[in-house]
């Protein structure tokens, strides 16, 4: 073969190698990306925030069943005679549980075809219609919220209703009338969780050192993976914000009281200013005794601060009580506050950034509460 030739071949050889190794460089840096979830505030998606639906968002359609079937599961609940709505294209019920609301939608009817007067509100043998007083034991506030749109197809009507505590609707159709049965969440469930990922909205939390990363994202971020090992498990969890929002301290301790919940977990990041060495995991408690529930607050907080730590492989760095902060002052039931890391240590935020690291973190959250769960079923209430 020809000097020329070989040359020639040596060249391609060389090609094909640099091409290889930079391919094999990108499909790295892929990866690499992919291990940190984006959880920059600069490239956090909605999308990415709001796998888990939640139940407030669902549109629960109504179910088949005789007045007697909406009376055997509770004898509080609403019916709007059929008489008086026009044939809907659609008919869904909406549980803002936050807000202590539910939200009857009739999707194509004519504006004005549904009146308040038609709505009646029944308690046993009390039924009652038109203006709402202080007296009412359910309801505080009724309202008809039409779109008045010209075109019917596209027109909706919703029925507001705002109660005076957490009920669990569901939604009956009869051949006479839709019926929304009202029974609060206790004795719909057995087992109750309620939720927090922290901050929301403007309120970002603490950062990272570079500013990259906020506490709001990479909580909320958690709480995603949280959801679908609780989603798996006996028990009922509501979760008081499952996207970027605010949401204020009142109303977060105002769902756990009202449900009456089992547990109570709130799940937040660290800092410390200057304290690059300082890292680890710790949980939070009230030092009071909580008024629903037979769990301890530092009981819970121990058990969710031993699961993290080994779940993560995280140095654990106690139980702490806090009276002074608002959530476990005013939260009724067994309460706990998570801070799953320092967002100031650079060992903390490599596990905080990236799914695998917020998936042991998730682990841990979720096998603390089944283990809490079983305590407090059992009774074992030592402090």
Not at 271 to 300: D, I, M, S
């Amino acid at each position: 073969m020809e000097m020329q030739e070989w040359r020639r071949l040596a060249i391609q050889s060389i090609a094909f190698f640099a091409v290889v190794f930079v391919s094999s460089l990108g499909f790295s840096q892929r990866i690499q990306q992919q291990l940190e979830v984006g959880v920059r505030a600069e490239d956090y998606k909605e999308s990415q925030r709001q796998k888990t639906v939640s139940a407030q968002e669902k549109k629960e359609e109504p179910t088949v069943a005789t007045k007697a079937l909406v009376e055997e599961r509770s004898n509080t609940y609403i019916k709007i005679p059929k008489k008086a709505v026009p044939t809907p294209a659609k008919v869904y019920l909406q549980n803002k549980y936050m807000d202590f609301q539910v939200i009857l939608t009739f999707q194509g009817v004519a504006p004005g075809s549904i009146d308040a007067g038609d709505i009646l509100r029944v308690r046993g043998y009390h039924v009652s219609g038109g203006i709402i007083t202080k007296k009412d034991p359910a309801f505080r506030k009724i309202e008809v919220v039409d779109q008045k749109k010209q075109d019917d197809e596209n027109n909706s009507i919703q029925l507001k209703f705002t109660l005076k505590k957490a009920y669990e609707p569901i939604l009956f159709e009869s051949d006479e009338a839709y019926y929304i049965s009202l029974l609060s969440a206790r004795k719909a469930h057995d087992k109750i969780v309620v939720v927090d990922a922290g901050h929301g909205g403007m309120d970002e939390g603490t950062s990272s050192a570079n500013r990259k990363y906020h506490e709001k994202d990479i909580v909320l971020a958690v709480q995603e993976k949280l959801s679908r090992l609780l989603d798996k498990a006996d028990m009922t969890v509501y979760y008081t914000r499952t996207k970027d929002e605010k949401v204020s301290k009142k109303a977060r301790t105002r769902l756990a009281n009202a449900l009456q919940a089992d547990l109570f977990v709130s799940i937040h990041c660290n800092a410390l200013q200057g304290g690059v060495n300082t890292f680890g995991v710790e949980t939070l408690y009230a030092g009071k005794n909580p008024e629903y529930g037979k769990l301890a607050n530092r009981e819970l907080a121990d058990v969710i601060l031993e699961q993290v730590a080994v779940s993560a492989d995280m140095k654990k760095r106690g139980t702490i009580k806090r009276n002074g902060l608002y959530l476990l002052r005013h939260a009724k039931v067994p309460a706990t506050i998570v801070e799953i890391g320092y967002m100031t240590n650079q060992s903390d935020m490599s596990l905080l950034k990236k799914e695998i690291g917020q998936q042991k973190i998730a682990e841990g959250i979720y096998q603390g509460i089944v283990n809490a769960m079983e305590k407090g079923a059992k009774g074992e209430k030592n402090s």
